[in-house]
């Protein structure tokens, strides 16, 4: 294969890696012997070493063991950004157990299909979504509970004071315990750090992480102790420069997401480095975190990059502590990766991954050429290609849009119990992404669009990124997105939600005529929307199926009064 990113690599960069032999939780039991007493985790100024959170990290694998959790026992975490977190995904590994991240912002239906679907036995959730689970769980084979709250890991006096707001604000939840509803708090004192040893294959089954299912039966990824390990090395690597045992990472991303997982989790973990963990993003609050625990680096998605550029006093801050920043989920509008720079003095890289990768595939290097709007080149061990979007066979010439197929120690297993789904997206060893795609001479992947969100006007392929770029320049918009709706004469035609910054106005005049300065005339916005706020995922993608869905509904009962 003829793999041309190679020349694009930077020069102390491995194209191939000796992967070591062993899971992430015998990777982290040898890092506790070098930075026993460093900074694992930062919790609203508490902070645990290294060694103290191995400790609970075997005290819960202790627990667990008792509970009768072991190899192929499918444990559900419903957890924000907090210690409990990373101790219980830890400990589960440990164990031989399959994590089954859950997102504590689910409804009920979402986690009923998620636990019945994972076969869930455990359930580790936060006690003021207990309520909540608890009218869920009957229905599914969860047998035990533990629950936890944010206060058991705050500092004092912060602790008293969330009690005490939580209780004003009627979060506040009485867990009724008992033989199957436990105290995180109590597994952890009530036994001594000694579970039985690790004895994990890394083919073995360590996650199932569920796709969104904003269209559909939400998906469980399969991804093995190998699959998850070898992304944080591949990660290493990329970043030769990075400073093991003294990087501070802030984690905002979501641990629940695979993004998070692997990048604000794992990785940090993997080189020693000190995690600041931040459960919710909340902009005023969290520019003070930044300025306050001066991180270092800094993964993110391009929704948070945006606030930040946008906040009314940010120039007030000092951010120069942040070394560089790592982004992906969604595409990051060039003019918001320019100002964050010009703001900070750090680095963006934009990267691209996918839940059935672990997640991460590609990323722009750290000290060679950056292509701004491009994803980058593939990460070592890598290979990546683009196919014909008809039958995704045929290798296409560089510069020719086409699906993205990639292959790799990092892509996953298949799809839970889903045979059909998984023949379909994994042939011949590649992992078929979906998404359209181009490749350049020195390598340089751009994403175009996803096949599913292409539109089609008047015979005309129109790629809604492209669109979303453009609008981005404009200086009074604050957030965009651009969705393809039925048209009785072109087939589809295009429609842009926009959000303007706080005190602007504008018409949808005035959004057409900068669209028709910069776009060809096909794929200038016919239809526009002013919204106070776009529908996003936890992570901050905002979802751009949900608004079209909505725009058709829309013209749907627009054409019954008529």
Known sequence: MNRIWYQSYDSDVLKNLEYPQEPLPLLLQKNIKQYANNTATEFFGAKLTYSALWQQIQSLAESLSRMGVGAGTKVAIMLPNCPQAAISFYAVLWLGGVVVMTNPMYVEREMEHQWHDSEAEILV????????????????????????????????????????????????????????????SSLIKSQSPSPPPCRVNLEDLALLQYTGGTTGIAKGVMLSHRNIMANAAQIDAWIPDLRRGEERFISILPFFHVFGMTVALNFPLYTGSTIILVPRFELNDFV?????????????????????????????????????????????????????????????????????????????????????????????????????????????????????????????????????????????????????????????????????DMIIAGGFNIYPREIDEVLYEHPQILDAVTVGVPDAYRGETVKVFIVPKPGEKLTEQEIIQFCKSRLAAYKVPKMVEFRESLPKTTVGKILRKELRREAIKAQEIEKGKS
């Not at 309520?131 to 944010?150: E, L």
């Not at 009314?312 to 989920?329: A, P």
């Open 125 to 184: 959730v936060l006690d003021h979504l207990y309520p909540k689970a608890s009218k869920v769980i009957p229905k599914t084979g969860i047998k035990k509970i533990i629950a936890t709250g944010i206060k058991n890991y705050l500092p004092f006096p912060l602790n008293w004071l969330y009690r005490l707001k939580a209780i004003k604000e009627k979060l506040f939840t009485a867990v009724p315990y008992g033989e199957n509803i436990l105290s995180f």
């Open 288 to 452: 003070k975190t930044l300025q306050k625990t001066r991180p270092t680096l800094f993964p993110g998605v391009p929704t948070i990059f945006v606030a930040i550029v946008n906040h009314e006093k940010i120039r007030s801050f000092d951010l120069s502590s942040i070394r560089f920043c790592i982004t992906g989920s969604a595409p990051m509008p060039v003019e918001v990766l320019r100002r964050f720079e010009e703001l900070t003095g750090s680095i963006i890289i934009e990267g691209y991954g996918l839940t059935e990768a672990s997640p991460v595939t590609h990323c722009n290097p750290l000290k060679g050429t950056r292509k701004v709007g491009s994803i980058g080149i593939p990460l070592p061990d890598t290979d990546c290609k683009i196919v014909d979007l008809d039958l995704g066979v045929e290798e296409q010439p560089l510069n020719t849009e086409g699906e993205l197929l990639i292959r790799g120690p990092q892509v996953m297993q298949g799809y839970w119990k889903m045979p059909k789904e998984s023949a379909t997206t994994l042939r011949d060893g590649w992992l078929y992404t979906g998404d359209i795609a181009t490749m350049d001479e020195q390598g340089y992947t751009y994403i175009v669009d996803r096949k599913k």
